[in-house]
């Protein structure tokens, strides 16, 4: 799906971004990983370059995506080691930040939840259309661009004891769904993931964390012995939203666990017209009532 196509992944090192490094290299993809700890992006590289095809590229920069300054190094990097292209980011990054009872909460660690989670994949995904508008205006090509971004865990409903990051996510919906109503003209696509839940190191802090976590404890005891959410075949979504099989669909949260995606794209024209898989207010003549 993805033969040639020049991606960033951030947080790529491990876990979930290191599962859609790897999915991207079995589909063609030549990748840009990035993280905190190099060492480990090192490690990471190593191994995605043993099973990259002859010609493929999988290159690293350590950036921390709350730094706009390391952001804009990241993509300064890539669209050197590229030869000046680059065709998808996927915005993997982030942290699950503070857990308990919002009150109670460090204030200084639920901002950096939101610097990291929402903001800083707000300025990837600034940064990256910037540079897909300026390549669509310089070869005229019109081909096809693709923001990826990872959303989950409270977008959709309340997570009690989760607020830094429920808040963060949900952000992340909407700011897809603002971008690809402003970036659709330029041929550039938006949409996010929501990959289910997975047995990453956010699961283990979820259980170190005990009651301060409520429900939600028990619900991943449950999921650790179960082994969680398939991390390659939210991967897999991935790769065909950042590919052009995946043409048309644009600013929509995607479950890879409930949402049937591997039929999407004979839906793409359906979804133009709805507002299926986005955010939205439900109001009472949704539910039957008359309100009025």
């Given at each position: 799906?993805?033969?040639?196509?020049?991606?960033i992944?951030?947080?790529?090192?491990?876990g979930?971004?290191?599962?859609?490094?790897?999915?991207?290299?079995?589909?063609?993809?030549?990748?840009?990983?990035?993280?905190?700890?190099?060492?480990?992006?090192?490690?990471?590289?190593?191994?995605?370059?043993?099973?990259?095809?002859?010609g493929q590229?999988?290159?690293?920069k350590?950036?921390?995506?709350?730094?706009?300054?390391?952001?804009?190094?990241?993509?300064?990097?890539?669209?050197?080691?590229?030869?000046g292209?680059?065709?998808?980011?996927?915005?993997?990054?982030?942290?699950?930040?503070?857990?308990?009872?919002?009150?109670?909460?460090?204030?200084?660690?639920?901002?950096?939840?939101?610097?990291?989670?929402?903001l800083?994949?707000?300025?990837?995904?600034?940064?990256?259309?910037?540079?897909?508008?300026?390549?669509?205006?310089?070869?005229?090509?019109?081909?096809?661009?693709?923001?990826?971004?990872?959303?989950?865990g409270?977008?959709?409903?309340?997570?009690?004891?989760?607020?830094?990051?429920?808040?963060?996510?949900?952000?992340v919906?909407?700011?897809?769904?603002?971008?690809?109503?402003?970036?659709?003209e330029?041929?550039?696509?938006?949409?996010?993931?929501?990959?289910?839940?997975?047995?990453?190191?956010?699961?283990?802090?979820?259980?170190?964390?005990?009651e301060?976590?409520?429900?939600?404890?028990?619900?991943?005891?449950?999921?650790?012995?179960?082994?969680?959410?398939?991390?390659?075949?939210?991967?897999?979504?991935?790769?065909?939203?950042?590919?052009?099989?995946?043409?048309?669909?644009?600013?929509?949260?995607?479950?890879?666990?409930?949402?049937?995606?591997?039929?999407?794209?004979?839906?793409?024209?359906?979804?133009?017209?709805?507002?299926?898989?986005?955010?939205?207010?439900?109001?009472?003549?949704?539910?039957?009532?008359?309100?009025?």
């Amino acid at each position: 799906m993805l033969n040639g196509r020049k991606t960033i992944i951030t947080g790529g090192d491990r876990g979930f971004g290191f599962a859609i490094a790897l999915e991207f290299v079995k589909q063609g993809a030549d990748i840009c990983i990035c993280s905190r700890n190099e060492e480990a992006l090192a490690e990471a590289a190593a191994r995605l370059s043993d099973l990259a095809g002859s010609g493929q590229r999988v290159i690293y920069k350590k950036a921390d995506i709350a730094d706009t300054a390391d952001t804009d190094s990241l993509f300064a990097f890539a669209l050197s080691e590229f030869g000046g292209g680059l065709d998808a980011v996927v915005n993997n990054a982030g942290i699950q930040g503070p857990i308990g009872r919002f009150e109670e909460n460090d204030w200084d660690e639920v901002l950096q939840v939101i610097r990291v989670n929402l903001l800083g994949t707000m300025y990837s995904i600034r940064k990256a259309i910037s540079v897909f508008k300026e390549a669509v205006k310089k070869d005229g090509s019109g081909k096809d661009k693709s923001i990826v971004n990872i959303s989950g865990g409270g977008a959709t409903g309340a997570r009690p004891y989760f607020m830094g990051y429920a808040v963060a996510k949900t952000g992340v919906v909407r700011a897809t769904e603002t971008a690809a109503a402003e970036a659709a003209e330029f041929g550039i696509r938006v949409n996010a993931i929501a990959p289910g839940a997975m047995n990453t190191r956010m699961l283990e802090e979820i259980l170190g964390a005990g009651e301060k976590a409520g429900g939600e404890y028990g619900k991943s005891l449950k999921q650790k012995e179960n082994g969680g959410a398939s991390m390659e075949k939210a991967a897999r979504l991935a790769a065909f939203l950042a590919s052009e099989e995946a043409s048309g669909i644009t600013g929509r949260l995607i479950s890879a666990v409930w949402d049937r995606w591997d039929q999407l794209e004979s839906h793409a024209e359906e979804l133009k017209e709805s507002d299926i898989y986005t955010l939205r207010r439900i109001i009472p003549s949704d539910r039957g009532f008359n309100w009025d």
